[in-house]
Structure formats: structure tokens, C-alpha cells
């Protein structure tokens, strides 16, 4: 019965891990879970995964929601690289 009243007053959401890295800055949401301690187990194995892609300022919450986009990034840092130079390579003009 608790865990119904629980569903209810969340109106149905399930659980996430919510996970934001500074560089890049991005959010990441992985799930859906429908115990909280399901997805506090997770959280290693996506610690792991992003430290070995290098990511940094990392921070995790675990949390009721339900997002609509898995991954966020913030565009202003894309449309900085989009407008880099990029080196000519021999053989190029």
C-alpha cells in the first residue's frame, strides 16, 4: 500500500540519475527505475563510463522525474567549436 500511495503522489514517475558534468557541460539522465535503490546501484557504472571519456566536475542525483531529452549539452560550447579554425592538412590548400 505504501509504495502505491508513493506512485501516486509522484503521479507515476519513476526514478533517474541525473548526471552533470562541467566539461563538457552536459546533463545526462539514465533510467527509468522504479526503486530508488535500483538506481543508486547504477550509478557507478555510469561514473565509470564518463570518467573514462573524460569527463570532469562530475555530480549525481538520484531523483523522480521524467525527462524528455536523455542528454543535454550546452550549444553555446558546440557553436564555439563549430567556429575553430581547423588546420590544413598536407597535401590541402
Known amino acids: ?32 527505475f522504479e526503486r530508488k ?6 550509478v557507478d557504472g555510469y561514473l565509470e563510463d564518463l570518467r573514462g571519456e573524460g569527463a570532469q566536475g562530475i555530480e549525481v542525483v538520484v531523483k523522480r522525474c521524467k525527462p524528455t531529452v536523455l542528454t543535454v549539452f550546452d550549444e553555446t560550447e558546440v557553436a564555439a567549436a563549430d567556429r ?3 588546420p590544413a592538412l598536407s597535401g590541402q590548400a
Do not use: H
Open 37 to 42: 535503490a535500483e538506481a543508486e546501484e547504477s
Open 84 to 86: 575553430l579554425p581547423f
Open 1 to 32: 500500500m505504501r509504495e502505491f500511495l508513493s506512485k501516486l503522489l509522484s503521479f507515476g514517475a519513476d526514478y533517474w540519475v541525473e548526471v552533470s558534468t562541467q566539461n563538457p557541460r552536459c546533463t545526462y539522465y539514465f533510467g527509468p
